[in-house]
């Protein structure tokens, strides 16, 4: 299965974790502490991890799942959270 993964350099990574977690939690299967969540959506899994200095991101595609648009509703919805402070977005791919 296709995966992506990105490191986010920010200070407020757990608060976006769990603001990520908490918005999508009303329709989606959501697990997730300070440190870590998932994230079920229909298309695949976001995986976060949340430490001092990032916010680690790991998508993973389901079958027919788009990771071009996954990235970009991740990505989006972490921005608006994060208005406050630009963030970067380095998605690498794995097979």
């Known amino acids: 299965m296709p995966r992506s993964l990105a490191t986010v350099p920010t200070e ?17 299967p ?8 998932t994230i079920d959506l229909p298309a695949g899994r976001t995986a976060l991890r949340a430490d ?20 970009t509703v991740v ?6 959270f994060a208005f406050r402070e630009e963030l970067r977005f380095d998605w690498r791919r794995e097979a």
């Open 12 to 28: 407020h990574a757990s608060r976006y974790l769990q603001q990520l977690c908490k918005h999508w939690a009303h329709k989606f």
């Open 30 to 37: 959501v697990e997730f502490t300070p440190e870590a969540g």
């Open 52 to 71: 001092a200095a990032a916010l680690s991101i790991a998508i993973t595609a389901g079958e027919g799942g788009d990771l071009d648009r996954l990235e």
């Open 75 to 80: 990505a989006d919805h972490i921005q608006r």
